[in-house]
């Protein structure tokens, strides 16, 4: 950089930094201006109700239920990104916040890592969130011997996810009406 581009930036800044106080001055005798917007109180609340993180040396995965009814699945593998989404209704959302938030949930040790690794083993992290913003958060692997408060919500969240990888075909493909006579169905 060179001496004369030195000296053009700095003009350029001292004459918006005079601009600013020619500004500020003009505007001294002027009674002080009201507030545009009036001030919000800031409370703590919780965007999502529960998100867990699996991490693996392949890439990650992520499930999170939303405080709104969303449910979000997100996969990262080799540089590809899959994304699932699925409103829950009402009801399911209230169950399952209000299943998360237990005390019993809140009592777990944050910290159940084994130690042990290998090589398609993944390590996890689970947040969870009670309505006020407190937070919880659980570590863990795949080798962990998980106390019964944590396998319920590891598996609460396996259901979740399984809403958005293994959906149910709607019932009306099995009304009576658009089944065969003597049509067998099997499940796998």
């Known amino acids: 950089m060179t001496i004369q581009a030195c ?3 700095y003009r350029k800044a001292a004459f918006a930094l005079g601009c600013l106080l020619a500004a500020s001055l003009a505007r001294a005798g002027e009674p ?3 507030p545009s917007r009036t001030p919000v ?3 703590a609340s919780r965007t999502f ?3 867990w993180v699996r991490q693996s040396r392949e890439g990650y995965e992520r499930v999170t239920l939303f405080a709104d009814g969303n449910v979000v699945w997100k ?3 080799d540089g590809k990104d899959d994304v699932l989404r699925k409103a829950i209704p009402p009801d399911e959302l209230t169950f399952y916040c209000s299943y998360f938030s237990r005390p019993e949930v809140w009592s777990l040790s944050d910290n159940l890592r084994t130690g042990l690794s290998g090589e398609f083993s993944s390590q996890s992290l689970l947040t969870l969130v009670r309505e006020n913003g ?3 958060t659980l570590r863990f692997d795949d080798m962990s011997p998980m106390p019964g408060e944590a ?3 590891r598996a609460a969240l396996e259901g979740l996810k399984s809403l958005l990888t293994s959906p149910l075909a709607p019932a009306s493909r099995f009304a009576p009406e658009a089944l065969a006579a003597g049509q067998l169905l099997k499940r796998f």
């Open 41 to 43: 109180a800031i409370t």
């Open 7 to 9: 000296s053009g930036i």
């Open 32 to 34: 002080p201006a009201a």
């Open 151 to 153: 396998a319920a919500i």
């Open 75 to 77: 996969r990262s593998r």
């Open 134 to 136: 407190d937070r919880k």
């Open 49 to 51: 109700c529960a998100e």
